[in-house]
């Protein structure tokens, strides 16, 4: 088998740069381990950045997005008592979209259907061979039998666990990771949200966050520590540990109901570098990790998709390598501005073991900030937004 680009991994990367690549007449084929269910299933992140919404256009999966997402004009940071609300149209002039990724997912593989792309399920020990070399080809199994891929270049869009990465040998690869003491249990409920804008909220009890996903569903979070399992929250727990960290007016109205999933994912920051490797390109997961407070992963996804996509178009539309080249250094620059962002968020707003007064007396300077300087409401605005492509 040949193909243009093999793309590892079916999450929202690969299956946004196939979808641009296939629209552009370039061929190519995704290898996903899991079942196109099982990606399905999986509640991921609730919002998108404008140049991540224009990609979805630019890809013709934004129809559905454009019908039932949410416009969101600003959204509130709570400390305490306290509501401090960030407009982002009067801060910055731009907007954010609640869309659940698990939809932006569902509509990539419909048009991905539409354009005959190829997708290949249950994959099983996928290698990438050849990648410094001139014939680069990909290898795996599935259904007891091993398959080849034979390939021009290879996009590496399997998440952090993914196998891509860690084709580039340790001595190349650059690593830079921060992991956090504590991780967020969240709970989807088929509730109607309590306030119409997202809530973040800072409490000495720990981090909440008051999400959605429509009229009817609501996604809150609460920082654990890592130690605590699922099984150890009832319903009934999480919603009193919730109300408890929310401010009481907005407690007071918390509708409250059975969750319909529930799952803790650990906070942590990491950068790979290079990007690129030979033949391979990494991006999105596969190449660094955000804490989800600033709302930045699946967008960094998709601004490496753009500079990728684009780096390709220009090799096999106008045999013009420099987007290829200077792929690893565009998106890197992106990839850390929004790293900034997110630390500097989950920092304001988490309790952390380690922290004394002094740093408490941090949290709640920067937070009094943004409720009385403009320029501050600015800079939160535009890192929240979104750096333009
Ligand atoms: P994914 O989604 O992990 O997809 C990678 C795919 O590769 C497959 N795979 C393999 N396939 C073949 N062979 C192998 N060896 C493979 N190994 C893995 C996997 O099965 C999978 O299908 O990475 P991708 O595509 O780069 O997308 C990244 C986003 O999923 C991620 O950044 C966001 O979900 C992060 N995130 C958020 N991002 C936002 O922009 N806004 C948010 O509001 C937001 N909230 C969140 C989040 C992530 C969260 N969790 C669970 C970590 C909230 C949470 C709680
Ligand atoms: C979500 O709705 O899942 C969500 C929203 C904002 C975040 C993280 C997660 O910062």
């Not at 992106?334 to 989950?346: E, G, P």
Request: hydrophobic share 40%.
């Amino acid at each position: 088998m040949r193909t243009q680009v093999a793309i590892i991994g079916g999450g929202p990367s690969g299956l946004l740069l196939s979808q641009l690549l296939n629209k552009a007449g370039i061929g190519t084929v995704v290898l996903e381990r899991q079942s196109r269910e099982h990606v399905l299933s999986r509640i991921r992140a609730g919002v998108l950045e404008r140049s991540t919404v224009d990609l979805l256009h630019q890809a013709g999966a934004g129809e559905r997005m454009d019908r039932e997402g949410f416009a969101h004009h600003g959204c509130y940071l709570s400390s305490d008592q306290q509501m401090i609300r960030v407009d982002f149209q009067e801060a910055c002039g731009h907007k954010v979209m609640v869309y659940g990724q698990t939809e932006v997912t569902r509509d990539l593989y419909e048009a991905q259907d539409a354009l005959g792309a190829a997708h290949i399920h249950g994959v099983e020990n996928v290698v990438l061979h050849d990648v410094k070399g001139a014939a680069p080809y990909v290898t795996w199994d599935k259904d007891g039998t091993s398959h080849r891929l034979e390939c021009d270049f290879i996009a590496g869009c399997d998440g952090f666990h993914g196998v891509s990465r860690r084709t580039i040998p340790d001595d190349v690869r650059r690593e830079y990771e921060k992991v956090y003491p504590f991780g967020w249990l969240g709970v989807l409920s088929e509730t109607p949200p309590v306030r119409d804008e997202l809530i973040y909220a800072n409490h000495p009890r720990g981090f909440a966050l008051a999400s959605m996903r429509n009229e009817m569903l609501s996604r809150y979070y609460i920082q654990v520590p890592l130690t605590d399992k699922v099984e150890d929250w009832s319903d009934n727990a999480f919603w009193a540990e919730l109300k408890a960290r929310l401010p009481q007016d907005v407690a007071a109205d918390l509708v409250t109901g059975p969750s319909i999933e529930k799952s803790i994912a650990p906070l942590r920051s990491f950068v790979s570098e290079p990007l690129r490797w030979g033949a391979l390109f990494l991006c999105g997961d596969a190449a660094h990790i955000v804490p989800p407070t600033g709302a930045k992963g699946l967008n960094l996804a998709t601004s490496d998709v753009h500079y990728l996509s684009q780096g390709l178009l220009a090799h096999y539309n106008d045999n013009d390598p420099s987007g290829l080249d200077g792929y690893s250094q565009k998106a890197l620059a992106r990839i850390w501005k929004a790293m900034r962002f997110s630390w500097s968020v989950t920092t304001m707003m988490h309790s952390f073991p380690e922290h004394s007064d002094y740093d408490r007396q941090m949290q709640r300077v920067e937070l009094e900030m943004l409720a009385t300087d403009p320029s501050a409401r600015k800079l939160f605005a535009e890192g929240y937004t979104g750096t333009p492509l």
